[in-house]
């Protein structure tokens, strides 16, 4: 069964850091590329970044450039997403996504269900 499932979510005051991990299971995670995404209450689902099978960045927008970051290890079949610097508009259910191949512009059909990220004084 092709599964992504997340973890490492938590609440974080601001200026703190926090890991995601997105576990792949049921495919071989080095032929995909696999994006983050986060929803905050009341809004829309938006991109936050994505690694491509030859890890090849994407950032989906300007407002983590310089505090997250995305890596991959294909041996562990994980994909992660080092977030630092955080603020409080980056709470937010944060979930992965793989691509229909290697880039990140084949877009998403596999999602995992989310880990709540909740960054609070």
């Known amino acids: 069964q092709v599964q992504l499932v997340e973890s490492g979510g938590g609440s974080v005051q601001p200026g703190g850091s926090l890991r995601l991990s997105c576990a792949a299971s049921?495919?071989?995670?080095?032929?995909?590329?696999i994006g983050w995404f986060r929803q905050a209450p009341g809004k829309e689902r938006e991109g936050v970044l994505c690694i491509s099978s030859s890890d090849g960045i994407t950032y989906y927008g300007d407002s983590v450039k310089g505090r997250f970051t995305i890596s991959r290890d294909n041996a562990k079949n994980t994909v992660y997403l080092q977030m630092n610097s955080l603020k409080p508009e980056d709470t937010a259910v944060y979930s992965c996504?793989?691509?229909?191949?290697?880039?990140?512009?084949?877009?998403?059909?596999?999602w995992g269900k989310g880990t709540l990220v909740t960054v609070s004084s």
């Open positions: 996504a793989r691509a229909r191949g290697g880039e990140c512009n084949y877009g998403m059909n596999v």
């Open positions: 049921g495919f071989t995670l080095d032929y995909y590329a």
